[in-house]
């Protein structure tokens, strides 16, 4: 389950924030590609686990889901991708991807206590 190691990564990014005392995290915005393999609700529940007794203890991950999307070889179609990464207007495979792979922590919410 790769989600645990990332939660731990987005932890330390965020341990890394200065914050004044008393501040807690209350959420972490994250752009998600679909092509990550990163399942929201298993990345969630390991940030749960792994945040307790942290600042970010009990922070909601609100994502931003990124479509797959593409660019033809064959016809230069551009836009969201077919199955299995097909053109959806001249069938070809293998689309070249411009979107779909993002895994980043774009803000963060935070809270005085």
Not at 11 to 31: K, M, S
Not at 32 to 42: A, H, K, M, Q, Y
Not at 60 to 84: H, I, K, M, S
């Amino acid at each position: 389950m790769h989600e645990v190691s990332i939660a731990r990564a987005l932890l330390t990014a965020v341990e890394r924030v200065e914050r004044g005392p008393g501040t807690r995290i209350a959420a972490l915005h994250l752009r998600l590609g679909r092509l990550t393999c990163v399942d929201p609700d298993s990345l969630a529940f390991a940030f749960e686990i792994v945040s307790r007794g942290t600042p970010a203890a009990g922070a909601l991950l609100v994502f931003d889901r990124v479509p797959v999307t593409g660019r033809c070889r064959r016809c230069d179609y551009a836009g969201e991708a077919g199955e299995e990464l097909g053109c959806p207007v001249c069938g070809a495979v293998g689309l070249e991807v411009i979107t779909g792979r993002e895994l980043e922590l774009v803000a963060l919410e935070v809270e005085d206590s």
